[in-house]
Every structure is written in structure tokens, then in C-alpha cells.
């Protein structure tokens, strides 16, 4: 089972991010072989000041997630605000190492699902995947797949990795297409990301 996690960093934390960023990777290090796409979300425009942490990872149940999350060494530090934990399915069925990237910017976007859109999204999912497709998206698309309820059953939204040009065209992409003329999304998150991961030497 895929777990999406994001953890918002409280503000001021940068400090001890830094003095257990190794701690950190050494925690992920236990989940190299399932994780699917991790990294911090960053202050608009920075490429190292941090607002999160985002991981997409393969594990047995709910309770391995929470303690995935909840373990974490910057969780237990007191860095995150708060975490989110939500099933996911990789749709595209590859890890973010498999991605080819074209030298844009990356975004970690999460459309939030308004109440009762579940009831109907089934009809709409084509449509939306052919949109992603034919939008001119498709090559951007480094993860994706949609949030689903603790038992997998309800479509509680949609999170994406993605590389475009610019903020404007990944909002752009969220605020047209079919989940978003019907009314899908009741809020939007767009945030800048990067690739994470112990730094290469």
C-alpha cells in the first residue's frame, strides 16, 4: 500500500532541520526500497529554505504509516506543524528516480477534495487522465495519483509531483480540466519542491 505523507515544517525550525538532517536520511535509509518520491517543499523562489517534507512510500498497512510518520526524527523533534497521512496510488507506476526531467521548475501540488466530490469523480477519472495527457502535462508528470480514505475505497483528493515552467502554468493546470470545471477540489495546495535525499558526494 502507498502512503502520501507531507509534514509542514513550524516556523523557525530551519535551525534544527539542519542538526538532524543526517539522522534524517539515516531513518529514510530503512525505506530506500520503498519509497516512491520524497523531498522538501521550499519557500517560493529558494532552493534551501524549507516549508516541508513530503514522502510517497510502500508500506504494509495504516499503522506502519503512522509509525513511518510519527518516528520520523524530525517529527519527533518538534519541526512539523502538522502531518499529513493519506493512502495513495501511484498511477504512472514509477518512482520519481525514473523521471527525466527537462529542466523546469518542481512543484508538489495537492488538490484537496470538496465535500461529497467522491460521489463524483468515478465518472469523470478518463476524462481527467486524457486531460493530463493531452494538456500538454504529460511530460511533467514526475508522480501522481489520487489521495484515498484510511480503507482505499474514497477518493479524498489528488496529489502530483510535477516539473513545469512556472507556478502560473501548474495553477493553471489545477484550475482547469475536468475535476476542476465540476467542482472537485474544494482547495488547492501549490508548493515549490525539490528532489530529496542524502546529498551526493
Same mark, same amino acid.
Given at each position: 500500500? #502507498?502512503?502520501?505523507?507531507?509534514?509542514?515544517?513550524?516556523?523557525? %525550525?530551519?535551525?534544527?532541520?539542519? $542538526?538532524?538532517? $543526517?539522522?534524517?536520511?539515516?531513518?529514510?535509509? +530503512?525505506?530506500?526500497?520503498?519509497?516512491?518520491?520524497?523531498?522538501?517543499? /521550499?519557500?517560493?523562489?529558494? $532552493?534551501? $529554505?524549507? %516549508?516541508?517534507?513530503?514522502? =510517497?512510500? *510502500?508500506?504494509?498497512?495504516?499503522?506502519?504509516?503512522? *509509525?513511518?510518520?510519527?518516528? #520520523?526524527?524530525?517529527?519527533?523533534?518538534?519541526?512539523? #506543524?502538522?502531518?499529513? =497521512?493519506?493512502?495513495?496510488?501511484?498511477?504512472?507506476?514509477?518512482?520519481?528516480?525514473?523521471?527525466? @526531467?527537462?529542466?523546469?521548475?518542481?512543484?508538489?501540488? =495537492?488538490?484537496?477534495?470538496?465535500?461529497?466530490?467522491? &460521489?463524483?469523480?468515478?465518472? /469523470?477519472?478518463?476524462?481527467? =487522465?486524457?486531460?493530463?495527457?493531452? @494538456?500538454?502535462?504529460?511530460? @511533467? &508528470?514526475?508522480?501522481?495519483?489520487?489521495?484515498?480514505? *484510511?480503507?482505499?475505497?474514497?477518493?479524498?483528493?489528488?496529489?502530483?509531483?510535477?516539473?513545469?515552467?512556472? +507556478?502560473?502554468?501548474? #495553477?493553471?493546470?489545477?484550475?482547469?480540466?475536468?475535476?476542476?470545471?465540476?467542482?472537485?477540489?474544494?482547495?488547492?495546495?501549490?508548493? *515549490?519542491?525539490?528532489? @530529496?535525499?542524502?546529498?551526493? %558526494?
Amino acid at each position: 500500500m #502507498e502512503y502520501f505523507v507531507y509534514g509542514r515544517d513550524k516556523p523557525d %525550525t530551519g535551525d534544527v532541520r539542519r $542538526e538532524l538532517a $543526517e539522522a534524517h536520511w539515516s531513518f529514510m535509509d +530503512r525505506f530506500a526500497d520503498s519509497m516512491v518520491a520524497r523531498g522538501p517543499t /521550499l519557500v517560493t523562489g529558494s $532552493e534551501d $529554505e524549507m %516549508t516541508g517534507s513530503v514522502h =510517497i512510500v *510502500d508500506l504494509p498497512d495504516a499503522s506502519a504509516a503512522d *509509525d513511518f510518520a510519527h518516528q #520520523e526524527p524530525y517529527y519527533r523533534a518538534g519541526v512539523f #506543524e502538522s502531518v499529513l =497521512i493519506r493512502r495513495w496510488h501511484n498511477s504512472l507506476g514509477r518512482t520519481m528516480w525514473d523521471f527525466v @526531467g527537462g529542466g523546469g521548475r518542481r512543484f508538489l501540488v =495537492i488538490g484537496h477534495g470538496a465535500e461529497k466530490a467522491a &460521489l463524483r469523480r468515478a465518472e /469523470l477519472r478518463d476524462r481527467q =487522465i486524457e486531460y493530463l495527457a493531452d @494538456g500538454g502535462f504529460a511530460k @511533467g &508528470l514526475i508522480v501522481c495519483g489520487p489521495l484515498l480514505s *484510511d480503507d482505499g475505497s474514497e477518493w479524498t483528493g489528488t496529489a502530483l509531483l510535477v516539473e513545469l515552467a512556472d +507556478r502560473d502554468a501548474a #495553477e493553471s493546470m489545477m484550475a482547469k480540466g475536468p475535476y476542476a470545471e465540476a467542482g472537485l477540489y474544494g482547495t488547492v495546495e501549490i508548493h *515549490d519542491w525539490r528532489f @530529496g535525499g542524502r546529498p551526493q %558526494t
